[in-house]
Structures are given as structure tokens and as C-alpha cells.
């Protein structure tokens, strides 16, 4: 009985063994598993390139308005220093208006686009203050450059020099080229641009502390003409006309300035009233050569633009941490550290001597 039993086994045995027997280690990898394994071996590369691209810092360069020399020249210094640092991506841009509104919304977007590094300079503090504290929050960098905006938008402020430098020196600077010409005392105006610009502002705080030095000069009004340069034409006409004891006119905008200066050109008011102020030396030659300008008062804007790029670099890389003294600034050295302030240095005076000197 047995063996009939066995005889009628054997073949679904051998059935068994020959459709199912063989080991996991000797059978060939199946159609969904040599796809994978593919695919894991492609991936490996593209894993390590997107590695590689967290080395690559995205810093967005945003003006107060685009398309006008002073800024035009720091974006150039701001791309010498990423192309320097070689681990930049710049990004520069802004409005062509002035516009604080726009301003806000690319700060928006740039925080969508998960950038690194926001360099903001703020036409109107209030305005911009709620995006840049978004983009914060978000995690990325924000630091203002030659403007400042509200301390908690922003970790750092890239000063072009101390707000009190700068106000001293407009004042120094246009009463010793008065006195050069033998005007002893009068009365003197400033031409602005926006009423809400922080730094013009306090600037302006300081040049009026500045005049208590020279009591001989009064300051007879302040324009605000926005960032216009016909619209400050017209308003250092309106100056020259309703003042006549008017002895100078400072413009403290790289718009408001060159507006003064053509008003006084065109007035033929040169050697009778006097204009200083900020602006690229570029823009103020011609004037310069023409005697409606002695003086011209800035400082280096490619080596504002610079230290920007390198302030964000090392920001994001983690090379500048609060309550750092200086900052290697590579190609234009080291820079101080104040509190949250990175100093580019001290303002630079640009006359018929010197000026040709400088092309930007």
C-alpha cells in the first residue's frame, strides 16, 4: 500500500520542484525590482549636485530706484564682489518709480523664491518694514544697505558712513565754499527727495545741529521733491525766486542735487547762489567745470555695492554672527563693525581737482 501511495505522489513532487524550487539568492531580479535599482544608481548623482548647489548663495540686491547712476554704480560694485567671492548668485533690481509699495512686493516675492540673502535699501521704512520681517520669519537674511529700515526688519545695516558724517559734512563743505567766494553769511536750503526717506532724514537732524556752528547762515526752508529730478528743477526755482537773500541749496539725493544745479544753470544764478551736495561725481562734472558747483560730497557707491555682496555672503555662510568688530571685505579691506552697523568709512570730496579722477 505504500508503495502505491508513493508512486502517486511522485509527479506532483516533481511538478512542485520543477515550478517553484529555486532560491531567493540564484533567482533573476524581476521587472519591478531592475528598474528600481536603476533608478536608485541615477539618483545618487543628481543627490549629489543638489548638494553641491547649498555651496551657491542667492543675494537679492533691491534699490530705491532703478535706472539712475548712484545705483547703477553700486550694483556694479555688487557684481565685481560676486564674481569675486565666486559663491554668488546676484540678483539686482527694483523700481524704476521710487515706489515703497513695489519695493514690498518683490521683497514678497523673493521670500517665495526662498532666496538667501534680501538687501534692502528702504525708500520708506514703514512700508517695507511688515515683508522684510515676513522674509525673516521665512528664514532668510535681511539687511539694509545705504538706507535703513525699523532694526527688527533686518540684521545688519551696511552704512556708507555714520548718518553724523555725513551731516557735518554738507554743512562744512558748502560754508567753506561760500566763504571761498566771499560770501560771509545768508540763508540756506535743503532739497530732499522723499519725506519719508530714514536717512535723509536724519541727516538732515544733523546738519541743522551742524549750523548752530555757523550762526551767520540760517536755514531758510526744506523741499521735498520726492525722486524727481525735474521735480526738484522746479522746486530750487521756486527757492531762488521766493528768497532772495538765498546763498546755497543743498541737495542731499544723487536726484535732488543735479535738479539744483540745472536750476541755477538755467536761472544764470551761478556765483550768486551756490549748490553742494550728494551725487555721483559722473553726473556732477559738467556742472563742476561750470562753476554752479564747487564741491561734490559722496562716497565710493561701487564700494558700497561691494561690501553689501560681501556683508551677505558672510551672513549667510555664518561668518558674521551678531556682535562682530570688523568684516573681511576682501578687495576693499577690513571694515568696522558697530553694533549692527558694517562702516564702508568716511565721505569723499569730489572737486574740479579731483573729480576726473573718478568714473562712476
Known sequence: ????????????????????????????????????????????????????????YTVCLLPKLKGIAYFTSCAEGAKKAAADLGDIDLIYDGPVDGSAEKQASMIEKWTLQEVDVICVSPNAPDVVARAMKEAREAGIKVITWDADATPDSRSFFVNQATAQAIGYGLVDTMV??????????????????????????????????????????????????????????????DLINAFPELKGIIGISSVSFPGAAEAVKQLGKAGGVLVTGLSTPNDMKGYVKEGVVKSVVLWNTEDLGYLTVCTAEALASGKLEPGATSLDAGAIGEKKIEGDQVLLGDILVFNKDNIDQYDF
Not at 553769511?185 to 544733523?206: D, K, M, R, Y
Open 176 to 237: 567753506n565754499d561760500l566763504k571761498e567766494i566771499g560770501v560771509e553769511g545768508g540763508e540756506l536750503a535743503i532739497v530732499s527727495a522723499s519725506a519719508t526717506a530714514a536717512n535723509q532724514n536724519s541727516w538732515i537732524e544733523h546738519m541743522k545741529t551742524r549750523l548752530e556752528k555757523y550762526p551767520e547762515f540760517t536755514l531758510a526752508t526744506i523741499k521735498y521733491p520726492g525722486e524727481s529730478q525735474n521735480k526738484a528743477l522746479q522746486d530750487s526755482q
Open 1 to 56: 500500500m505504500r508503495k502505491i501511495i508513493m508512486l502517486l505522489l511522485l509527479p506532483a513532487m516533481i511538478c512542485l520542484y520543477g515550478c517553484g524550487g529555486e532560491s531567493s539568492e540564484t533567482r533573476a531580479p524581476s521587472k519591478e525590482s531592475a528598474p528600481k535599482a536603476a533608478q536608485e544608481k541615477q539618483e545618487e548623482p543628481k543627490a549629489q549636485a543638489n548638494e553641491e548647489a547649498k555651496d551657491k
